[in-house]
């Protein structure tokens, strides 16, 4: 069974740093993509960056490129999602999600991760997410 568990968020001042962390399990660590999502109060979730197991694509939001940078450890099968620079509107309950290095829709192939939005539809295990709260 998949399972995926979010971790690392807490409340901070606009400029600090936080860490969150996606422990996973139930499928190879290898031909993967795991994602990072949040969604705040009135929002629609948003996309902002994934990882490519098996060759290391990774991708950001224009809203967190420069200040976020996505990892992951495949001895210990997680993910990680370093923040910086943290601004109020970088506030939500951020979620990690499983998915294919490539989709098909329509009868064509695309990336998940790299050349595309990072997408919820994408997506097909979902962690039960973590709150990041930014004060400004």
């Known amino acids: 069974e998949v399972q995926l568990v979010e971790s690392g968020g807490g409340s901070v001042q606009a400029g600090e740093s936080l860490r969150l962390t996606c422990a996973t399990s139930?499928?190879?660590?290898?031909?993967?993509?795991i994602g990072w999502f949040r969604q705040a109060p009135g929002k629609e979730r948003e996309g902002v960056s994934c990882?490519?197991?098996?060759?290391?694509?990774?991708d950001y939001v224009d809203s967190v490129k420069g200040r976020f940078t996505i990892s992951s450890d495949n001895a210990q099968r997680t993910v990680h999602l370093q923040m910086t620079s943290l601004k109020a509107e970088d506030s939500a309950v951020y979620y990690c999600?499983?998915?294919?290095?490539?989709?098909?829709?329509?009868?064509?192939?695309?990336?998940?991760?790299?050349?595309?939005?990072?997408?919820?539809?994408?997506?097909?295990?979902w962690g039960q997410g973590t709150q990041v709260t930014v004060s400004s």
């Open positions: 999600a499983l998915g294919s290095p490539i989709k098909y829709k329509g009868g064509s192939q695309s990336y998940t991760c790299g050349t595309s939005r990072i997408e919820s539809a994408d997506f097909d295990f």
């Open positions: 990882i490519e197991g098996l060759d290391g694509v990774t």
């Open positions: 139930g499928f190879t660590f290898d031909d993967f993509v």
